[in-house]
């Protein structure tokens, strides 16, 4: 039989990561609110202040400590180990716990037909309830990496004997990590939980089950990639361009109006530990006589943070919009993370990409692929290697026209939120 269904739905956005983890969620809340829905964000209290200034609902989830305490850990940006750490991080149960319970508090007592639950990629507590409730839910995935195609294998780590075999023998390699590696140690994590439930034992955790059935939303266009092997109900929507709406900081605004294009450095809001690549990379633009920006919420991991002296044609700065910035920039050198490559893509620069960990790689050889930059491996910095590069994507015209033709195209990036659309459509069609 239908059900009733609501003009006005409640939305339950669950995020779990960093700022290009959760700003992209943001954005579609707002869209929603916009369009008369009702909105609220489940996340660190670290956000809570960018989230109510939007007129959003927020239901803390942990504590700033825990925020920290991950952010800060240097096995979070290694390549083999970033994504494990995450998961397999003793307050990682602990956390589903808590989000589990704020989910099924927030759903109580609302009837079928009014709301859903939006959960991004590390949010797994959702899809949980979702096997022993009916409602209907969304994931939200931001790159391709996520995806474990093995049609189009990501690239996890620049070099190596592992990234070799996972790329020669995809689906055989993504078996053989699920069974000896996610599989185990998702039961162990997540486990009691289901049992709890009374839910059954499942297996390839992050392979099938991890997406859930009801939609997917991939926030990454074709152009950019398009894995023939994701789930069928997997909608793919043009980058989220969020974090845009407040004009550049005045003294930053001073510093690029005093002299020619920089070069922009940004490693990520939650870098607190790449200083000496930073410094490198700095070093190598001012010697080919190009100003610089550098871009991080951790001056103090610079040697000489904003208290102290920098070095002349240099400006350190703690946030700004990245469209703004990029805009005015010549090349942008930063990690790889799909929400800066989006900014940076829109903005029509050339990027250099110091990809860490997780999806970041193989963001930066997507970007490789499109002739929109090159990368260079930041755990084994090599200066006149890396010096070279910068001087080539600076002077290629080849790149130059691929990043204005990718500019040129408006119609790839999100300037709206065709996802929200999708969100609304989701819930219309639902039946339990």
Not at 120 to 140: C, E, G, V, Y
Not at 158 to 184: A, Q, Y
Not at 296 to 320: K, N, Y
Not at 336 to 357: D, E, M, W
Request: glycine share 8%.
């Amino acid at each position: 039989m239908p059900m009733t269904l609501s003009k006005q739905i409640d939305f339950l956005f669950v995020l779990l990561g960093s700022s290009g983890d959760v700003l992209p969620g943001v954005t579609i809340a707002r869209d929603l609110l916009r369009r008369g829905h009702t909105a609220t964000i489940v996340t660190n209290p670290y956000f809570q202040a960018d989230v109510e200034r939007h007129g959003l609902g927020f239901l803390p989830l942990g504590d700033l400590a825990d925020y920290e305490r991950l952010t800060s850990h240097p096995d979070l940006w290694k390549p083999m180990k970033g994504t494990a750490f995450l998961l397999g991080d003793a307050g990682f149960a602990p956390l589903m716990s808590e989000m589990l319970s704020i989910t099924g508090d927030w759903m109580a007592g609302r009837p079928q037909g009014t709301f859903a639950v939006v959960a991004s990629s590390l949010a797994i507590a959702p899809r949980i309830l979702r096997d022993d409730r009916s409602f209907p839910l969304a994931s939200l995935h931001l790159s391709p990496a996520v995806f474990r195609s093995v049609e189009q294998p990501p690239v996890i780590a620049l070099g190596g004997l592992i990234p070799w075999l996972h790329k020669r023998f995809p689906r055989r390699f993504r078996n053989l990590v699920d069974r000896f590696l996610v599989d185990p140690m998702m039961d162990k994590q997540l486990g009691p939980l289901r049992k709890g439930l009374g839910l059954p034992k499942i297996t390839n955790w992050m392979t099938h089950w991890w997406h859930s059935p009801d939609l997917v939303l991939a926030l990454f266009p074709e152009w950019f990639a398009s894995p023939g092997d994701m789930p069928f109900q997997a909608k793919q929507f043009p980058f989220l361009l969020a974090g845009n709406d407040d004009p550049l900081p005045l003294e930053l605004d001073t510093f690029l109006n005093a002299g020619s294009a920089p070069v922009v450095v940004t490693l990520g809001s939650a870098m607190a530990q790449a200083g000496l690549v930073f410094e490198a990379t700095a070093r190598a633009a001012r010697q080919l006589g190009k100003r610089v920006v550098l871009l991080t919420r951790h001056p103090e991991q610079l040697s000489q943070p904003m208290d102290g002296q920098v070095p002349e044609g240099t400006f350190v700065c703690r946030w700004a919009p990245l469209r703004g910035l990029f805009e005015r920039a010549c090349l942008v050198a930063h990690h790889g993370g799909i929400g800066t490559t989006a900014q940076a893509i829109a903005a029509g620069v050339p990027q250099l990409i110091l990809p860490f960990a997780h999806d970041q790689p193989d963001n930066a050889h997507i970007i490789k692929r499109l002739n929109l930059g090159d990368f260079h491996d930041p755990h084994r910095i090599r200066f006149g290697r890396l010096k070279d590069q910068i001087h080539g994507l600076l002077t290629s015209e080849s790149v130059a026209n691929a990043c204005q033709e990718a500019r040129n195209n408006q119609n790839r990036f999100g300037e709206n939120c065709p996802a929200s659309e999708a969100l609304v459509e989701m819930v219309r069609n639902f039946r339990p």
